[in-house]
Each structure stands twice: as structure tokens, then as C-alpha cells.
Antibody
Framework: EVQLLESGGTLVQPGGSLRLSCAASGFTFSTYVMNWVRQAPGKGLEWVSLISGSGGSTHYADSVKGRFTISRDNTRNTLYLQMNSLRAEDTAVYYC??????????????WGQGTLVTVSS | SFELTQPPSVSVSPGQTASITCSGD??????ACWYQQKPGQSPVVVIYQDSKRPSGIPERFSGSNSGNTATLTISGTQTMDEADYYCQAWDSSTVLFGGGTKLTVL
């Protein structure tokens, strides 16, 4: 059974940093592109970032480019999101999501339960 | 930049057909998928690659994509289908979501 378990969400001050983790199990982690998707309170889904199976390729939404860094440890089956220079508008539930398929065929077939990040003084 | 536009809300009576649209420039040239999200829960894919249904998703869910519009159709809508629905597509190597549609079944 595929499981994705996020952790690390908490209250942080504007300008602060935080690292989120997503522990994966039930599939060959290193084979799949992984993503972070966030959802601000009462708002819609916003894709944040993706990373290839090897970790050699990453992409980011313009809203987080230069501030967030996605990475993975395939030996620990864990996905990370390092978030720096946090802003109030980064407040959201952050989901990790597994990608199925490749290229434009891809979709998110499994999602974690999410972890809440609150940026406030 | 590429954007996906959904109506904020759609209402349907139980047993009737609900249609939720997602519009984007030449969206038909891309693959669209749809996610269902109920309050307090994580999203679940209900349609991928325009019209394919994952295992476990009821046959009443179907999808199409042509021209500038992708459509999620729910036939014989049930009260359990009340949820937010999001379309999603890829633009180069980034992911786009529509703004979401709240489906009300009453």
C-alpha cells in the first residue's frame, strides 16, 4: 500500500525558514517523480515544485522560485522541501504527491495527508 | 501565461447529470485530469489523461477534452459526489491547476 506521510509543518515568523519532509512507502520511491502541492486556507490547489526520480531535475512555480528547494533522499525514501524567506502568503497545507506516468501524460495518483505551515508574527 | 479557468460553483439535483468545465488556450492539445476533494481530505484523482478512470472510481465519472475545454461529467450524481473539483494540466515542465469548482448536490 502506497503511503505518503508529511511532517515538519509549524508556525514560523515571516522571513524564517522551515524544512518539510515526506516519508514514502509501498512503492519504488527512486523510480517516480515527486511533487509538493499547497493549499492556502479556503483556497484552491497550487503546485509548488517537482523533482525527478534521480533528483537531477527540479522545477518550481514562479511564486517560490529562489526561495524554496526541493530534494530527495532515495536511500531513506524521503522527499524534502526547504523553505526560506517565508511570507504570509506561503501559509498553507503542503501536500506531497506521487506522479504516475510521464511528461504531459502524468497525473498525481497518491497524495499525503498534508502538513500545515503558518507564517505569522 | 497558460491558465485554467473553472466556474466557481455548479449545482445539480440528485440523479441528474453534472458537468464541470475547465477552459484554457488550446487545452485540447494537452492532457487534462480531474481531482475530487472533500472537506478535510486530500485530493483524489477521478479522471486522468482526459477520460481514463482510475480503479475504484465509479463509472458515473467521465471526462472529455477538445478545443479549449475539458469537461468532467458526473452521470446520476449522488450526494456523496458533493465536493470541490479541480482540473489539472501540464505546461512545459510545470503543473497548472484550475481554480476549483464547488459541486453542490441538492
Amino acid at each position: 500500500e502506497v503511503q505518503l506521510l508529511e511532517s515538519g509543518g509549524t508556525l514560523v515568523q515571516p522571513g524564517g525558514s522551515l524544512r518539510l519532509s515526506c516519508a514514502a512507502s509501498g512503492f519504488t520511491f527512486s523510480t517516480y517523480v515527486m511533487n509538493w502541492v499547497r493549499q492556502a486556507p479556503g483556497k484552491g490547489l497550487e503546485w509548488v515544485s517537482l523533482i525527478s526520480g534521480s533528483g537531477g531535475s527540479t522545477h518550481y512555480a514562479d511564486s517560490v522560485k529562489g526561495r524554496f528547494t526541493i530534494s530527495r533522499d532515495n536511500t531513506r525514501n524521503t522527499l524534502y522541501l526547504q523553505m526560506n524567506s517565508l511570507r504570509a502568503e506561503d501559509t498553507a497545507v503542503y501536500y506531497c504527491a506521487k506522479t504516475s506516468g510521464g511528461g504531459s501524460y502524468a497525473y498525481f495518483d497518491y497524495w499525503g495527508q498534508g502538513t500545515l505551515v503558518t507564517v505569522s508574527s | 501565461s497558460f491558465e485554467l479557468t473553472q466556474p466557481p460553483s455548479v449545482s445539480v439535483s440528485p440523479g441528474q447529470t453534472a458537468s464541470i468545465t475547465c477552459s484554457g488556450d488550446k487545452l485540447g492539445n494537452k492532457y487534462a485530469c480531474w481531482y475530487q476533494q472533500k472537506p478535510g481530505q486530500s485530493p483524489v484523482v477521478v479522471i486522468y489523461q482526459d477520460s481514463k478512470r482510475p480503479s475504484g472510481i465509479p463509472e458515473r465519472f467521465s471526462g472529455s477534452n477538445s478545443g479549449n475545454t475539458a469537461t468532467l461529467t458526473i452521470s446520476g450524481t449522488q450526494t456523496m459526489d458533493e465536493a470541490d473539483y479541480y482540473c489539472q494540466a501540464w505546461d512545459s515542465s510545470t503543473v497548472l491547476f484550475g481554480g476549483g469548482t464547488k459541486l453542490t448536490v441538492l
